[in-house]
């Protein structure tokens, strides 16, 4: 079992910048492949940046230059380094963890999901 807490979520201005944290607790960390999704209202969730044991990092087209994924095994923790927001960004964000599945960043390859933290960009 993993058990995975978002936090950092908020409202910015467009152009503004968000840090999102993920806190994992439970089974080995290392052997996840770890991620960040997100779901606007009305849209089906899709997977915005995952990172996986080897830490090879798949980014949507939609963030890339704009998000970077991160963790600190560390302190078990996972990040999302979100800037030059826009208003399309806004959405519910889950960081979710599967054992193994490397290179994925496929929603329906996850199967631990925390509660999600709200991003709301305003224009």
């Known amino acids: 079992q993993v058990q995975l807490v978002e936090s950092g979520g908020g409202s910015v201005q467009s152009g503004g910048s968000l840090r999102l944290s993920c806190a994992a607790s439970?089974?080995?960390?290392?052997?996840?492949?770890m991620g960040w999704f997100r779901q606007a209202p009305g849209k089906e969730r899709e997977g915005v940046a995952c990172?996986?044991?080897?830490?090879?990092?798949s980014n949507a087209d939609s963030v890339k230059g704009r998000f970077t994924i991160s963790q600190d095994n560390a302190k078990n923790t996972l990040y999302l380094q979100m800037n030059s927001l826009k208003p399309e960004d806004t959405a519910m964000y889950y960081c979710?963890?599967?054992?193994?599945?490397?290179?994925?960043?496929?929603?329906?390859?996850?199967?631990?999901w925390g509660q999600g933290t709200q991003v709301t960009v305003s224009s």
């Open positions: 439970g089974n080995t960390y290392s052997s996840y492949s």
């Open positions: 990172i996986d044991r080897y830490r090879s990092i």
């Open positions: 979710a963890a599967v054992r193994y599945r490397d290179g994925s960043c496929l929603t329906g390859e996850y199967n631990y």
